[in-house]
């Protein structure tokens, strides 16, 4: 089936990006959401972001006209819907809300529609059961935000068709982004089965007071090859989405995530990070600066204990065959924006020192979120 009509479902950041670049790829698109200047906000935002692209001479004058024209936006569902070869989902990561949404337009978007949702941990099996169409349902995970971000994790549910999955790698790679196969439908995907609990590790390093923050954030970036420190990238991505996608993902997996109370805390006072003005750091309210880290901080701190979180995590997707090696490894640069391969480092590190430091945390905390992944423990006999 030709993908030509694409309708999105949400304006947000993720919405009116997707709508973007799928208009910049040809495809006529649907952008809707559920009031008028919602819709409006949203293009001016793209109009300001394909006007960058103007300036800087990577489209012309006329070009930008033309995506423009490719873009309609409604707030009626039927109309949205009604002509779509593929739906893309954008709304908050609400299960009961996205639920509600796939059913309400199950019954009104032609029968040969694929839907897709962005979500970035949520079930895609559970979401598509929602629905008379699980052979057409899968998930599309852009980053944010998705006009520069390159990887898109794409996703298929437990009754997935091949070919639905076929089309959506072939859209994802219209778009000239970069797709990775997640091949099982597990809490967080792939980078985020990574992100996430790193976040968690970091704050419970702060609350054990191993380290400061500045410390922890300087080694995260200058001894592991990060572009920024976890709590920064942390307080870029928003309080609100770590802390919503740890309850999620927590929820359906024990293993995956052993939560830290800063998180919370910092959620429930509204301290989202850079959006409110004030997360683990603080900015000055709606501008944001990169937190200035030293190589002197960063040698007042040894990161072992994120590096064997991420590493033990990355093996356990390997293990159960939700991504080779090369795509986990690929994943993490494209969507972290790691400068080498994680088992590399770890390989530096030493893989017998890896495992120790898990071992140790396992016993000291009795939590069998620590237990070494078999890939690791091979690794260490080899």
Not at 75 to 97: F, G, T
Not at 131 to 140: A, L, M, P, S
Not at 238 to 262: F, H, L, Q, S, W
Request: include cysteine; hydrophobic fraction near 40%; charge should be neutral.
């Amino acid at each position: 089936m030709a993908i030509e009509r694409i309708t999105v479902l949400g304006s947000g950041i993720m919405g009116h990006g997707i709508a973007q670049i799928s208009a910049m790829a040809g495809y006529k698109v649907v952008m809707r959401d559920i009031e008028q200047q919602f819709l409006d906000k949203a293009m001016e935002r793209i109009r300001w972001s394909l006007s960058k692209l103007v300036e800087k001479g990577r489209i012309s004058g006329d070009e930008m006209n033309s995506i423009l024209e490719r873009i309609r936006v409604t707030v009626d569902m039927e109309e949205a819907v009604k002509n779509a070869d593929l739906i893309i989902e954008a709304i908050p990561e609400d299960m009961r809300l996205k639920k509600e949404t796939f059913e309400k337009i199950d019954s009104i978007a032609p029968s040969h529609t694929i839907f897709a949702s962005n979500t970035s941990t949520l079930p895609i099996t559970e979401m598509a059961g929602a629905t008379k169409r699980e052979d057409r349902f899968i998930g599309i995970h852009f980053f944010n935000p998705p006009q520069l971000m390159q990887l898109v994790e794409v996703i298929p549910g437990a009754r997935t068709s091949k070919g639905t999955l076929d089309i959506a790698i072939n859209y994802v790679k219209s778009l000239r982004k970069e797709p990775i196969l997640c091949r099982k439908d597990v809490a967080g995907f792939i980078v985020n089965r990574i992100f996430i609990p790193l976040v968690h590790e970091a704050a419970w390093e702060l609350k054990e007071g191993k380290a400061g923050m500045r410390e922890i954030d300087a080694a995260f970036k200058f001894k592991l090859g990060f572009p920024m420190g976890i709590f920064e990238l942390a307080d870029y991505t928003g309080i609100d989405v770590v802390y919503k996608a740890t309850k999620e993902m927590y929820a359906r997996d024990k293993k995956v995530v052993n939560p830290c109370p800063i998180v919370e805390d910092l959620y429930s006072k509204g301290d989202y990070g850079q959006k409110s003005g004030r997360g683990f750091y603080e900015y000055k309210q709606g501008s944001y600066a990169r937190i200035e880290l030293s190589m002197d901080e960063a040698e007042r701190y040894d990161p072992v204990r994120l590096l064997a979180v991420a590493v033990n995590n990355a093996s356990w997707l390997i293990s159960n065959d939700v991504a080779g090696k090369d795509d986990v490894e690929k994943a993490l640069m494209l969507g972290m924006g790691l400068k080498e391969g994680i088992f590399r480092l770890a390989e530096r590190t030493g893989y017998a020192r890896i495992v120790d430091t898990l071992k140790g945390l396992r016993d000291s905390s009795r939590n069998d979120f620590y237990e070494p992944d078999a890939l690791l423990l091979n690794l260490v006999k080899g």
